[in-house]
């Protein structure tokens, strides 16, 4: 008999996926975790009941979250990983021979585990490489405490509900812009506009004190329902924003890295916002 599984991230809407097999169900935990197959979509993981990554359209996400930043900055060495404890972004991070050290500060030390175990195709080795540390802890107290300094952060977090809320904080931020080197860039998934607008606009408050350039970027990933995904981008300095086509199509041939969503001409058009998203930075 066929199973449907809804998720439970807006009250007034919901998408579905039909599944094949229910592979994995833990519950009392810091976050509920489940896993199961999909025809459409292949393996499904939910935290809390809300998807966070498909092997089928991870890609989008993990792509556009680690090169744009990377290309743009141009000599991206040191990274910080906050969440992603798929270990998808590492992956996509680690494919840059310029980065010498990635960090990965996940709170949920079972998602690390369950995820090299069940979906290991999406960290595909990333957890081991001898250029990764994980740190099992809160981002936020990490970030207030540490004397590290990034060329990169990305907050590859959960919703701001729950344990990730505190991720989606001034405090946050202004931790993070200190913990960023002169030219660095923190990045960060934050929300579908079109269902979730107040996030573009919270986040765009809270880092405007502590930031010399606040703007977002957008990419399409189906299961991150609603239309395009708002990601958002913070850095110390202007110029990585405003780095030419061109320029970052020089510096993929440079340094070419296999993708299947990002391309140096995307890179450079997911800056230009629809209106209704640039009407929520304000
Ligand atoms: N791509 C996903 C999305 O947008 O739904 C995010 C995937 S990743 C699995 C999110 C991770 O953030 C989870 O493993 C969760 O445990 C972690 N996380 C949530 N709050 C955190 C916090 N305060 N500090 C560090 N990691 C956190």
Redesign the pocket.
């Known amino acids: 008999m066929s199973r449907w599984f809804h998720e439970t991230l807006y009250g007034h809407w919901q998408q579905g996926f039909l599944v094949s097999r229910q592979l994995f169900r833990s519950s009392g935990g810091?976050?509920d975790i489940a896993l199961f197959e999909t025809p459409g979509f292949g393996r499904v993981?939910t935290?809390d009941g809300?998807?966070?990554?498909t092997t089928g359209d991870?890609f989008i996400?993990?792509e556009m979250l680690a090169h744009v930043p990377i290309y743009a900055h141009g000599a991206v060495r040191s990274v910080c990983v906050?969440?992603?404890?798929?270990g998808?972004?590492l992956r996509e991070v680690l494919k840059h021979p310029s980065v010498e050290r990635a960090v990965l500060?996940?709170?949920?030390g079972a998602?690390?585990d369950f995820?090299r175990q069940h979906m290991p195709s999406v960290s595909d080795g990333a957890f081991d490489d001898p250029r990764t540390e994980i740190v099992i802890?809160?981002?936020?107290?990490?970030m207030a405490e540490t004397d590290r300094r990034f060329d990169l952060i990305v907050v590859?977090?959960?919703?701001p509900i729950?344990?990730?809320?505190?991720?989606f904080t001034e405090s946050f931020y202004r931790d993070c812009a200190r913990c960023l080197t002169a030219e660095g860039i923190v990045v960060n998934?934050n929300g579908v506009p079109f269902l979730q607008g107040q996030e573009v606009t919270d986040t765009y408050r809270r880092r405007k004190p502590h930031f010399a350039d606040v703007g977002f970027y957008v990419a399409a990933?189906p299961t991150?329902v609603g239309g395009f995904?708002a990601l958002g981008w913070a850095a110390n300095a202007a110029r990585p924003r405003l780095e030419t086509a061109e320029t970052i199509r020089t510096r993929f041939d440079a340094a070419p890295v296999r993708t299947r969503y990002y391309t140096p001409e995307l890179h450079k058009a997911a800056f230009a916002l629809p209106r209704f998203v640039q009407d929520l930075i304000v």
């Open positions: 810091l976050q993981l935290l809300v998807i966070q990554v991870e996400y993990h906050v969440g992603g404890g798929d998808g972004m500060v996940e709170i949920d998602v690390v995820c802890a809160d981002g936020i107290r990490f590859d977090s959960t919703d729950g344990p990730g809320e505190v991720l998934q990933v991150y995904m």
